[in-house]
């Protein structure tokens, strides 16, 4: 579905204005029109992010005023909960993590909600998640795959020693990377590990998941 420049517009215009009412309304009406999770999140809470850090980066607004939109598409997600949480359930689950001193977490939620919504257990550890408490994560919950989360290219550096340190504990655990950290290099990392894997959205984490699910059916798995 694709979402009207004139509702993007008041869309982005409710939050730096922070009517918070009326991005909680236009959130409701694209979803009462069947809008996919993928589209909303992709078309209007990703994109009006995205514009929110480039008027932020050229100052055009304030770091207030940044804080104040994100926490209004923060609070819009669970809007599409009962949709997310009504798939049939695989068994197969996955650990999303933003690591240490990895502040921004949107983009972590919506992965793992797009897990939820093909099935998988979905378990979110949130922003700057300190990494001895990941590790103890990923031996309580046994997940089929973890995701990091990275947009501070400045984490990037930090990326191959938490790699490391995950693998040397668990050495068949396949690791999806995303987030925007990437766009500023640090891909090559995946030719260095086996079973790292870079997604640089959730429509990238779509075709994963279903060739991923195909796989398993073809193999007599799960
Ligand atoms: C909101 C925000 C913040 C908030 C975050 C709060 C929160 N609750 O999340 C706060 C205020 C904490 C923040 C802080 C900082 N920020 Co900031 N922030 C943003 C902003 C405006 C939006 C982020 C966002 O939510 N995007 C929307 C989500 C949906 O997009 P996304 O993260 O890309 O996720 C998608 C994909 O990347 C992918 N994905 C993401 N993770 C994963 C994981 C897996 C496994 C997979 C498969 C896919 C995947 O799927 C998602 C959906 O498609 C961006 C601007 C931008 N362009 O995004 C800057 C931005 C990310 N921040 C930036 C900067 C510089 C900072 C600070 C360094 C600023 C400062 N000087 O303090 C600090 C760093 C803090 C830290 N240590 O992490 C820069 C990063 C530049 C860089 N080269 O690193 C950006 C790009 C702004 C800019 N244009 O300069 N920020």
């Not at 550096?157 to 668990?170: G, M, T, Y």
Request: net charge negative; charged share 20%; hydrophobic share 45%.
């Amino acid at each position: 579905m694709t979402i009207s420049p004139e509702t993007y517009r008041r869309f982005i215009d409710s939050l730096l204005s922070g009517d918070r009412a009326a991005a909680r309304e236009i959130t409701i009406e694209l979803l009462q029109a069947e809008i996919s999770v993928r589209d909303l999140y992709l078309d209007l809470f990703q994109r009006s992010m995205y514009e929110v850090g480039s008027l932020w980066e050229q100052n055009r607004i304030s770091v207030a005023v940044e804080h104040m939109a994100t926490s209004i598409v923060e609070s819009l997600l669970p809007l599409v909960y009962p949709k997310i949480f009504g798939a049939e359930h695989t068994g197969k689950r996955a650990v999303i993590s933003c690591v240490a001193n990895e502040f921004h977490q949107i983009g972590g939620k919506m992965v793992a909600d797009i897990f939820e919504l093909n099935g998988w257990d979905g378990y979110f550890t949130g922003a700057n998640t300190p990494l001895p408490d990941l590790k103890a994560m990923i031996a309580d919950k046994k997940p089929d795959l973890l995701g990091l989360s990275v947009s501070n290219a400045a984490t990037i550096a930090k990326l191959h020693a938490i790699v490391e340190d995950i693998r040397s504990e668990f050495p068949a655990l396949h690791v999806l990377l995303g987030g925007q950290a990437f766009l500023w290099g640090g891909t090559e990392i995946i030719e260095r590990y086996e079973g790292l894997i870079y997604l640089p959205s959730i429509t990238e984490l779509e075709s994963f998941l279903a060739e991923y699910g195909a796989h398993e059916a073809e193999a007599g798995i799960g």
